[in-house]
């Protein structure tokens, strides 16, 4: 069917009712896009939740998946799923970027009706369905070549994003000042929003899937839309998300583990070139705890390496 938006999708579903259907965006070129709603017996706020945003996270979209199951006779408001925004990355099993164009779609948002591929798929998802929405979730994890450690991410200004965030429950929550962010376009619109982040390599285990699905349930009870919820986790706060990146093409050889507490000046791992020169020995630039690495051979320049999550209490 064609590009509708929210509140189009959701006015064909009675009170108490489940739809599924793909859509058809408006890009060159067009892609479809699954899509579900889940209208509660009892009325209540419209949440949304996005994954593959990039298309091999498989953890967030095995978890946005099993979230379309919910049962609307247990749900007050609407459950409006996107599991797959980004159908040409997870149809090429790309990492980072929408391969029609070479643009990474999150740092995309709100976009451009006007531009590239992603741009325009960016502008049709900020437009057309975020910007209706009571609040967002939207989920991510790892790609095929990074490691992580969970964590939950929301605009730094954004007071009732933090504590959606923080009722996530996953072990870190980290203040953004990033722009291009799906986080960062819901906030412009008023609508409180969660990037939460589990999973990596390519992999979805059922730890790293629970914990996207549970964290959004708790979500969902803090708005009201449920009325049991997987219990609360501790959280901490991180003030800033620091990313080191390759300086070169070539090999890459990480020296952290996840979770880990590095100092400033510690050092991260070592890139060497395809001869098997030393080309990059980079060092922590700030005190914090490993967030992800990069935990394949391959390296390429501007790739990131680690990202460090500075000031966690």
């Not at 070139?273 to 690495?293: F, I, T």
């Amino acid at each position: 069917m064609p590009a509708p938006t929210l509140p189009e999708f959701v006015a064909a579903v009675a009170p108490g009712a489940r739809r599924a259907a793909l859509l058809r965006t408006p890009t060159e070129p067009a892609t479809e896009v699954p899509a579900v709603v889940v209208r509660g017996a009892r009325p209540g706020p419209t949440l949304l939740v996005t994954a593959g945003v990039h298309g091999a996270e498989y953890a967030s979209i095995e978890a946005a998946y099993r979230l379309a199951d919910a049962d609307p006779a247990a749900l007050a408001g609407t459950l409006v799923v996107l599991p797959i925004v980004n159908r040409t990355a997870y149809a090429a099993r790309a990492i980072y970027v929408a391969p029609v164009d070479g643009k990474n779609l999150n740092r995309q948002f709100p976009g451009d009706p006007a531009g590239s591929f992603a741009q325009r798929l960016a502008h049709w998802l900020t437009d057309g369905w975020i910007r209706h929405a009571d609040a967002l979730v939207d989920l991510h994890g790892g790609d095929l070549n990074e490691a992580l450690t969970p964590f939950a991410l929301h605009a730094r200004a954004d007071d009732r994003a933090r504590a959606l965030a923080h009722a996530f429950g996953l072990p870190y929550v980290v203040a953004s000042d990033g722009v291009g962010h799906s986080t960062a376009a819901a906030h412009a619109a008023g609508v409180p929003a969660v990037l939460a982040e589990a999973g990596g390599q390519g992999l979805f285990p059922e730890r790293d899937v629970l914990a996207l699905v549970d964290g959004t349930r708790r979500v969902m009870a803090a708005l009201g839309m449920l009325d049991a919820a997987p219990a609360p986790l501790p959280t901490a706060a991180v003030e800033r998300f620091v990313v080191t990146t390759s300086e070169a093409d070539g090999r890459w050889y990480p020296a952290v583990r996840l979770d880990a507490r590095v100092e400033a000046g510690q050092p991260l791992g070592v890139v060497r070139d395809l001869l098997g020169e030393v080309v990059q020995e980079p060092r922590a630039p700030v005190a914090g705890v490993v967030l992800y690495y990069v935990a394949s051979l391959a390296i390429a320049r501007g790739d990131p390496l680690v990202g460090i999550g500075a000031g966690a209490a």
